[in-house]
T-cell receptor, first 113, second 113 residues
């Protein structure tokens, strides 16, 4: 069975500060891992993904995430928050042999000027 | 490519009326997913298709909900009769089976009065 846990439904950071959004997953087989971003009144956009290979994955808008198998984590980070980063962020897992995506409940990021 | 196209973007209807949501997946994609997003329940998978065939509809909440995919370029999600608790944002996503990435439409915001 697959599941995704996003710790913290709301995260606030100051502009220029580090962004850290947490994601842990449970999976019986190595999964594919994703982060999506949702801006107000829009659909979900792919931010980055991990499939195989290098465990540090770089995405759009300066975001990156590191796959840590031992911790079953895929936390999203950005060194310096920008006002435009304010959005809802979803972590998702998909077994590489399967079809479905399993989404976390989302983390709403607020950036304080 | 224009991406996943959903229509209408907004729908306001009265309880008991039939509602039809439409989705055009990305050309060449052979999987299509319908999701519902609410504040209370987050993002829920309703149903998905592979090669126009429904694979898993266990997320469809009730018999009032039905989905069809008559061809590779079109899908509908129908609610009949609609109820106020169906008010939500409904997303369609498509995926190429060879690439495990889902691309989302902008969503349809449904309000049932």
């Amino acid at each position: 069975a697959q599941s995704v846990t996003q710790l913290g439904s709301h995260v606030s950071v100051s502009e220029g500060a580090l962004v850290l959004l947490r994601c842990n997953y449970s999976s019986s087989v190595p999964p594919y891992l994703f982060w999506y971003v949702q801006y107000p009144n829009q659909g979900l956009q792919l931010l980055l993904k991990y499939t195989t290979g290098a465990t540090l994955v770089k995405g759009i808008n300066g975001f990156e995430a590191e796959f840590k198998k031992s911790e079953t984590s895929f936390h999203l980070t950005k060194p310096s928050a920008h006002m435009s980063d304010a959005a809802e962020y979803f972590c998702a897992v998909s077994p590489f042999t399967g079809n479905q995506f399993y989404f976390g409940t989302g983390t709403s990021l607020t950036v304080i000027p | 490519d224009a991406g996943v196209i959903q229509s209408p973007r907004h729908e306001v209807t009265e309880m008991g009326q039939e509602v039809t949501l439409r989705c055009k997946p990305i050309s060449g994609h052979n999987s299509l997913f319908w999701y519902r997003q609410t504040m209370m329940r987050g993002l829920e998978l309703l149903i998905y298709f592979n090669n126009n065939v429904p694979i898993d509809d266990s997320g469809m909440p009730e018999d009032r909900f039905s989905a069809k995919m008559p061809n590779a370029s079109f899908s509908t999600l129908k609610i009949q009769p609609s109820e106020p608790r169906d008010s939500a944002v409904y997303f369609c996503a498509s995926r190429a089976l060879a690439k495990n990435i889902q691309y989302f439409g902008a969503g349809t915001r449904l309000s049932v009065l």
